[in-house]
């Protein structure tokens, strides 16, 4: 069985008549690997990625994540396995205005009723961020890079074993951007998740270990760094 994530001829279309987005797509992401993801505006990077975690359908294919189909799996299942062993970061962080930071990265433990015994470790997340400061503050009291590493601490909050990002320096000066890819490459190197991240920022791209490019739809190449 191959540990990691495998997308076998992934295709994902759109209306009727089908506009067809990914086309027979193939690859595989070993556990422990940073990937990013590039390409032009609209050549499928964000359906891809939401393809591959099972956040949005696909149209035909397989995506198995050690050997398990998560479109094949009932969505209560699906909600579970995304809960437990998945972060997502976005373009725009999403935290909750009227809660501290820190009750902000306990959120995916709430739902679980973990955030009481995840306190300690969100605290942790943060101070390895360099966001101490930031704790007991509201999302309107940090800056806009803080606010981004807030999301990414909340992405980690459950130990995921695979984190995705769609775009997460596309509202970063170029400072706040390296500072958050950095953040991906230590929580790659010390936590041993598995990073893809999507961006059409060739710079960032190349910080990833591998940069798998589309065009139209397809991988137009799969490069090492
Ligand atoms: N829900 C949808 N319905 C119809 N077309 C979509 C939908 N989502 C994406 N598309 C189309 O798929 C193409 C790729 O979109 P997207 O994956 O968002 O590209 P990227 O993230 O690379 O900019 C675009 O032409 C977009 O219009
Ligand atoms: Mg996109």
Do not use: W
Not at 16 to 33: A, C, H, R, S
Not at 141 to 156: C, H, M, P, T, W
Not at 182 to 202: C, E, P, R, S, W
Request: aromatic content about 8%; some cysteine; charged content about 25%.
């Amino acid at each position: 069985m191959y540990s990691g994530i495998e997308c076998i001829s992934l295709n994902r279309s759109f209306g009727n008549p089908p506009l067809e987005v990914l086309k027979t797509i193939d690859f595989k992401i070993p556990k422990g690997q940073f990937v990013s993801i590039t390409g032009r505006s609209g050549s499928g990077k964000s359906t891809l990625l939401y393809a591959m975690s099972g956040l949005d359908k696909i149209t035909s294919g397989k995506v198995l994540f050690s050997g398990e189909s998560i479109h094949e799996m009932p969505e209560n299942k699906l909600n579970q396995f995304r809960n437990f062993k998945m972060g997502f970061v976005f373009q725009f962080h999403y935290l909750l205005p009227e809660i501290t930071v820190l009750e902000n990265v306990l959120m995916p433990a709430r739902k679980t009723n973990l955030h009481k015994a995840k306190e300690a470790e969100a605290r942790k997340i943060l101070e390895d961020f360099s966001l101490s400061h930031c704790v007991d503050k509201l999302p309107g009291q940090i800056s806009g890079g803080e606010s981004q590493r807030v999301s990414i601490a909340r992405a980690l909050i459950m130990q995921p074993e695979y984190i995705f990002a769609d775009e997460p320096t596309g509202n970063l000066d170029s400072v706040n951007g390296e500072k958050v890819l950095a953040l991906f490459q230590k929580v790659n190197k010390d936590y041993g998740t598995t990073v893809v991240i999507v961006t059409h920022d060739m710079g960032y791209a190349k910080l990833a270990q591998r940069t798998i490019a589309l065009t139209d739809g397809r991988i137009e190449s799969d490069t090492l760094n």
